[in-house]
């Protein structure tokens, strides 16, 4: 037998389907900006692709990407708003919140 020493950081304790993202980056870019908030819209108006990583669209995490996402983006931007959600805008992390929403893909972590 031998003695081998294993560590297991955060990111190993989330199970294999959970994909790490950081909230509001719609488009898996890495940073929360403008052009976010306004994918939201061109998805929900303009018949626009969704985007693949649903949970990071899901800026307020309640489970359904809407208006209220995006509105929650360019407050953060413009007026000093918060994202109200885990994880947040600066940080990768898997969604805490069990709903019928996924991340299928994200490239931002």
């Known amino acids: 037998a031998t003695n081998e020493i294993y560590t297991l950081s955060l ?5 294999i389907s959970e994909e790490r993202f950081k909230r509001g980056d719609t488009d898996g870019n890495g940073a929360l900006q403008l052009t ?3 994918r939201i ?5 303009m018949g626009a692709a969704m985007p693949v990583c649903l949970d990071a669209a899901d800026t307020d995490d309640n489970g359904v990407v809407q208006l209220t996402d995006g509105i929650v ?4 931007l413009f007026v000093g708003g918060t994202v109200p959600a885990e994880p947040g805008p600066f940080a990768c992390g898997g969604d805490p919140t069990d709903d019928d929403i996924d991340c299928e893909a994200y490239d931002g972590c």
């Open 11 to 15: 990111h190993d304790a989330l199970p």
């Open 41 to 45: 819209l061109n998805t929900l108006f």
């Open 36 to 38: 976010d908030g306004i």
């Open 73 to 76: 983006i360019f407050q953060f």
